[in-house]
């Protein structure tokens, strides 16, 4: 089973930027795509973004679309979200996920999550 390892997070500013990497132990034929999602203290765990690791397509949620972008570097196997414009209420545990469809609708593994601390 392929293990996610995520990291970037930290403690930044609101309107502030920040970059989360995700590497993948291997990427295997159940993988067909991998995302983010966040889970706000207290809440649930929330879809952010994906992208398929042919073709590169993409998928947002409406709340961060235009401030984040997803990306991949396939010969690395990693995954980044490059946040930007960041809220307070973005504040949140941030996690990787590989997926068996093309906008993360069925996840297969995950990773152990990373800290975003946004600060008003």
């Known amino acids: 089973q392929v293990q996610l390892v995520e990291s970037g997070g930290g403690l930044v500013q609101a309107g502030g930027s920040l970059r989360l990497s995700c590497t993948a132990s291997?990427?295997?034929?159940?993988?067909?795509?991998m995302g983010w999602f966040r889970q706000a203290p207290g809440k649930g765990r929330d879809f952010v973004a994906a992208?398929?690791?042919?073709?590169?397509?993409?998928t947002y949620a409406d709340s961060v679309k235009g401030r984040f972008t997803i990306s991949k570097d396939n010969a690395k196997n990693t995954l980044y979200l490059q946040m930007a414009s960041l809220k307070p209420e973005e504040t949140a545990v941030y996690y990787c996920?590989?997926?068996?469809?093309?906008?993360?609708?069925?996840?297969?593994?995950w990773g152990q999550g990373t800290l975003v601390t946004v600060s008003s």
């Open positions: 996920a590989a997926c068996s469809t093309p906008g993360c609708g069925t996840t297969v593994a």
């Open positions: 291997s990427r295997t034929f159940t993988t067909y795509a």
């Open positions: 992208i398929t690791w042919i073709g590169g397509r993409t």
